[in-house]
């Protein structure tokens, strides 16, 4: 198609009856059972479009983007958010029961999103995590004084701030009436927390009549769908909180007389904060303030952690401001967001008033649509977005500059980068998408005054480029000859986007009218109030055309600043803080409609370092699925945080006054790991035995089966199988339930257990055989599950039962095996040269337990029945009998060896940084102490 055919031809948006035929078609497929196929989908805007006739026949173009709008809402998927919790008292669900309740916020905002293309798997998803989090925010009906704290954690630009509008709305239906948002740490961020929360909870946009009060302007958002409800700001896009504004003085008293929700958003400033900590309790009359407060605590990591020295007893500023606007309420709640947890984290549970999350962790997870680290990083992925020849900007801006550094130019690394950004917006007018914005950031310095140098540089390049084509001869325009600029247009052209639907003479022919409207611009605070000035100023235009801009930055460019449409990416900074640098991929995101024109300029080593944390997130996740599974709250919850080798930090060193370094193998070769607890539940104990029964009768099986080398032998009061299968024993571990607090033996749904994981990674060093034995102990004898002879029980008396969301026995002195019981099996079964064992049979050189796993050339797996009566410690206690399914386990691996036999190291070993709840469970805290019963 020509380009002149691209100006006459509407974009299928812009037709009358698309958004009409979009939600019916959209509504049908809300209907079905199943995401419906390409061709349902077709058939269906194919019939619904003879109800929307009134704009004439629907174009086939118009129906065509219909049927793919639809199918990339109902394609998109999104698993379930996962939370650690402690005293969870639901309430959320018995109150969406009632009938005569109603959720007109909420209703409003989910048509809302539904209207702006929210697939139907994500708005679910978004209401079970928004109900989820709510619910254990705390019941805003209950009376008396109470307060909650919780953590959210998603990532980097995948729609947070989606989530707390959703929930602040969802809040204000359940009875919450007091809604403080902090919203960044400058204006810019502030200002733009505000204009989403006044389009998706508050209505109607906010901004200031010459400052003398409130303008309302017209219903925007949320307000144009609901009636009868509305919501008070008492800050606008204009304006932060002043205790003595105009504003503040329209209020009566805000536990009588204020009915409707209010809702401030300010700055992350130790002062306003604090004002408003005093201003508050006023509007609460002589009894204080009583009505249900939910603060939300945008990038919670930041500045809201208190840094003071360990040894400190007062809080920094910003902290002890937030501590204060809690303490202003009597039932108040604190929701922090943050895309990286690992200050939060890392504060002491044990002191009392901080803003530890003790209450909760949740973890958001990203749709499928969203780009993510595998998007850039990886190996196959990441060459289609990124790119690395940025080495010419080092003789221009390079890594540790100072301030009065005076820059010569702009490498061609740049440049190109500033080419590709004018093709991409060809691209999107070609496309059609004039109304869309585009945007680019360039982000090579962190000092003020480099930073204009570098946007002058910029704006005077993009000038060139402007007056080079618009002044090009045709037929070199059309050929990509000529000038420089142009033969550079034509080659970037070529290896960026040839692959696109249009060709190089459409290309050239939308350039001049295209970059005529980009423009530039510095976004750090010497501009702050001259950008919120225009930007005020195109608010009120309403025009419909898209902005193109280069915008130019670093800090304000580097956390929580949304850049609409951003496309491409010129980044050439280090910091040596993963959580800063995590924060300064601004390219994170949803690319809706533009994911093939998205790319990224930056350095290979920083990359790498961008690889390291995205996964080290990873790694934090999979530890709250696996707390979950075990029922943990966050008070024990274990965290290890992966350091980088080099010189990557995980945060600020203030910021981790209450965590240790830690050398730690994730190896398990040459260990022993044991069960320390068992699970009360009768479902863990049916689920046990009948892994136990398919394990025995797998290893019988293979012992029968003279093509299999499994052997069976009885081991004193032990039953054992040499050589089995490593299947049949990884089938097993990954069905077994065991106890709370052991995590490497937990489970989550979908994935394997870390042990389990460990079997089937490990199997080309560890082999393919395995050693399995049934330990018998002193108790009564019983059938033990797929084996036909009885076998005496373990006794664990000593052992005590425990609440931990769930009831649980804990193995005295934090284990289940008994002495000698790894060394007779691993003789009994020949696990090792006979010579190893000639000298052990009960003599005082016998090899010691733990020097055992040197010794053997398999893994062992030894299986625990127990059983337990309670006498004295637990008299109204049942007791528990051998057969029921009560089982407790020991695995223990061999060192891994060479070609010569020497033992090597099966992993390398990785140095993490520990909060205080990991270094106790790993006893490195004498005054933390674990609830564990004695030797039994």
């Not at 309403?542 to 580097?558: E, F, M, P």
């Not at 790319?599 to 979950?628: N, Q, Y």
Request: hydrophobic share 40%; aromatic share 8%; proline share 5%.
């Amino acid at each position: 198609m020509s380009a002149t055919e691209h100006k006459t031809r509407t974009r299928p948006e812009d037709h009358p009856a698309y958004s009409k035929l979009i939600q019916l078609v959209n509504t049908w497929a809300d209907q079905q059972e199943t995401p419906p196929s390409e061709s349902q989908v077709s058939e269906s805007a194919a019939l619904l479009a003879s109800l929307v006739r009134d704009h004439g026949d629907v174009p086939a173009h118009v129906r065509e983007a219909v049927v793919a709008e639809i199918l990339t809402r109902v394609q998109t998927t999104v698993e379930p958010g996962v939370a650690v919790v402690k005293d969870r008292d639901p309430w959320i669900h018995e109150l969406r029961n009632e009938p005569e309740f109603g959720w007109p916020y909420w209703d409003a905002y989910r048509q809302l999103l539904l209207e702006e293309g929210r697939g139907r798997e994500p708005m679910q998803e978004l209401r079970r995590s928004v109900e989820d989090i709510l619910d254990l925010s705390g019941d805003p009906r209950l009376e008396g004084a109470w307060q909650r704290r919780g953590l959210v954690m998603g990532d980097v630009q995948s729609g947070k701030t989606s989530n707390f509008i959703g929930l602040m709305n969802m809040a204000a239906d359940a009875g919450y009436r007091l809604f403080i948002v902090i919203g960044g740490h400058t204006e810019d961020l502030r200002s733009q927390t505000q204009k989403r929360v006044d389009e998706g909870f508050i209505g109607r946009r906010s901004l200031d009549a010459g400052g003398n009060g409130l303008y309302s302007e017209p219903e925007c958002g949320v307000g144009v769908k609901r009636r009868h409800v509305s919501v008070i700001s008492v800050t606008t896009e204009e304006s932060d909180f002043e205790a003595r504004s105009k504003r503040t003085t329209h209020f009566g008293n805000l536990s009588t007389s204020v009915s409707a929700p209010v809702v401030l958003v300010v700055k992350k400033n130790s002062k306003i904060l604090q004002n408003l900590a005093e201003w508050l309790p006023s509007m609460g009359g002589v009894h204080g303030l009583n009505v249900p407060m939910m603060l939300i605590d945008d990038e919670a990591d930041y500045a809201s952690v208190n840094t003071n020295k360990k040894d400190k007893v007062e809080s920094t500023a910003v902290n002890a401001a937030i501590r204060n606007l809690l303490a202003c309420s009597q039932r108040a709640t604190y929701v922090g967001f943050t895309a990286t947890p690992f200050a939060n984290v890392l504060i002491d549970p044990q002191a009392e008033d901080d803003l530890f999350p003790r209450d909760y962790i949740y973890s958001l997870m990203a749709p499928s649509d969203y780009m993510g680290a595998l998007n850039y990083f990886d190996e196959d992925q990441g060459e289609r977005h990124s790119r690395v020849d940025v080495g010419d900007a080092e003789d221009y801006f390079p890594f540790g500059h100072k301030r009065d550094i005076q820059v010569p130019g702009l490498p061609d690394s740049l440049k190109r980068a500033v080419v590709t950004f004018v093709l991409a917006c060809v691209i999107t007018d070609l496309r059609g998408d004039r109304s869309a914005s585009r945007s680019m950031l360039v982000n090579v310095s962190r000092f003020n005054d480099v930073q204009s140098q570098v946007h002058r540089l910029v704006s005077a390049y993009l000038d060139e480029i402007s007056g080079t084509v618009q002044f090009a001869d045709p037929d070199e325009m059309a050929t990509g000859t000529g000038p420089a600029l142009v033969r550079s247009l034509y080659r970037t052209w070529l290896d960026e986007y040839s692959e696109s639907e249009h060709s190089w003479i459409d290309v050239a022919a939308q350039l001049p009218s295209t970059v005529d409207v980009i423009e530039t611009e510095l976004v750090n605070l010497t501009t702050d109030k001259e950008r919120q000035r225009r930007a005020q100023a195109r608010a009120r235009a309403r025009h419909s055309h898209g902005r193109r801009v280069i915008s130019v930055g670093g800090t304000i460019l580097s956390r929580g600043l949304t850049l609409d449409g951003l496309v491409v990416s010129y980044f050439y900074q280090r910091t040596q803080l993963s959580d800063t640098l995590l924060q300064m991929g601004r390219w994170f995101g949803y690319r809706k409609g533009y994911q093939d024109l998205v790319r990224v300029w930056l350095d290979p080593e920083v990359r790498s370092w961008f690889r390291f944390v995205a996964f080290t997130l990873e790694e934090i996740r999979a530890d709250i699925r696996l707390m979950e599974s075990a029922g943990g709250t966050p008070q024990d919850f274990g965290l290890k945080i992966r350091r980088h080798p080099e010189a990557l930090k995980i945060t600020a060193a203030n910021k981790m006054r209450h965590a240790e370094s830690q050398v730690l193998s994730m190896s398990f070769a040459q260990q022993r790991l044991e069960t320390k607890t068992a699970s009360l539940a009768p479902t863990a104990w049916e689920t046990n035995r009948r892994a136990l029964a398919d394990l025995m009768l797998a290893c019988k099986g293979q012992a029968h089966d003279m093509s299999l080398p499994a052997e069976r032998g009885a081991i004193d009061q032990h039953i054992g199988f040499s050589r089995v299968d490593r299947v049949a024993v990884e089938d097993f571990l990954q069905a077994f339930i065991p106890g709370p607090k052991d995590t490497n033996f937990s489970r989550t749904e979908g994935n394997l257990s870390l042990i389990a994981e460990y079997v089937r990674s490990e199997a080309t060093r560890h082999g393919d055989l395995w050693d399995v034995a049934v330990i018998g102990g002193s108790g009564e004898k019983a059938l033990v599950p797929g084996l036909d002879e009885p076998l005496p029980g373990n006794r664990r008396d000593t052992a005590d039962v425990l609440e931990w969301r769930g009831r649980y026995l804990a193995f005295s002195s934090r284990r289940i095996a008994s002495e000698r019981n790894l060394l007779n099996v691993a003789r009994k079964l020949h696990n090792g040269p006979t010579e190893r064992w000639a000298h052990t049979a009960r003599t005082d050189d016998a090899i010691k337990e733990y020097a055992v796993p040197g010794v053997i050339d398999r893994p062992i797996l030894m299986i625990y029945p127990v059983s337990w009566t309670p006498e004295k410690l637990h008299p109204l206690q049942d007791p528990i009998k051998t057969e029921a399914g009560l089982l407790g386990l020991m695995v223990t691996f061999p060192a891994v060896r060479d070609e010569l036999g020497h033992v090597v190291e099966a992993t390398e070993k990785a140095q993490y940084v520990v909060n205080r709840v990991w270094m106790a469970e790993a006893g490195l805290l004498d005054e933390i102490d674990e609830e564990v019963g004695d030797d039994g």
